[in-house]
């Protein structure tokens, strides 16, 4: 098998099929940390759930996503950087991604506005194709403590995006292409499962089945839709 590490300014890539373990590949970040990461994985066991085996159509070409404070990357082992393609990620505080086809989607929090006062923080869905964003996914502004508004998983498919951070499981319809349609697009969510008191949560779906993970509490199911 292989082994990822996230290290403090690059990424490596280990084979460990033997005991001794040697480096496939090491990907330099110039000096910036990985804030989020996802390796797409084929080898994993086949489950159902937000956390399954990619199949090879859903990332062609592609490795995986690494986010830093100032790029979303686009990780190609086939190349020497490691790194296929940059996207700036125009001042987010990118705290959780998941990807999959031509898809990206990143969690993460804006610093507070002057006029507002308010901390902010939703998902933004990326295209590769198109190398930049094109719908954002808004959670409501907020007092809270960052650490409280920090998006600590995000999902999605064509049909929903899910994201959760310590207010609760939020919902929305998923972003469909319009033709010609070039706009970033802001969604509102549908629904939000859940209490604004959850400690670092995390949640997995499947079928119509959500289970709500809170670190301090018994897990919670619940249905959608």
């Known amino acids: 098998g292989k082994l990822v590490f996230a290290e403090e300014e690059a990424i490596s890539v280990w084979d460990v099929n033997t005991l001794d373990a040697r480096c496939l590949h090491y990907v ?12 797409y994985n084929a080898d994993a066991e086949c489950s159902g ?3 399954q085996r990619c199949s090879s159509s859903e990332h062609e070409g592609v490795d ?7 790029d979303v ?3 190609d082992f086939r190349l020497p950087s490691g790194i296929g393609l940059k996207i700036p990620s125009f001042g987010v505080n990118i705290q959780s991604v998941f990807a999959g086809g031509d898809m990206i989607l990143t969690g993460g929090t ?6 507002k006062n308010l ?7 990326w295209s590769i194709r198109k190398a930049m964003p094109i719908c954002s996914y808004n959670f409501q502004d907020s007092s809270a403590h960052y650490m409280q508004l920090a998006v600590r998983q995000v999902w999605g498919s064509s049909d929903t995006v899910m994201a959760v951070n310590g207010n609760g499981l939020s919902i929305f319809d998923g972003w469909k292409e319009t033709i010609g349609g070039e706009t970033l ?11 604004d008191d959850l400690y670092n949560p995390s949640f ?10 809170s670190r301090d509490r018994s897990a919670m199911w619940c249905y959608w839709p």
């Open 28 to 39: 330099k970040l110039l000096g910036k940390q990985v804030s989020a990461l996802q390796i």
């Open 49 to 51: 759930g937000v956390r």
């Open 64 to 70: 995986g996503i690494c986010c830093t404070r100032d």
């Open 73 to 75: 990357n686009i990780l």
């Open 110 to 115: 804006r610093p507070k506005t002057f006029s």
């Open 119 to 125: 901390n902010s923080c939703g998902v933004h869905q």
């Open 185 to 195: 697009r802001h969604l509102e969510p549908k629904e939000v499962v859940g209490t």
């Open 204 to 213: 997995d779906y499947s079928g119509s089945h959500i289970l709500l993970i």
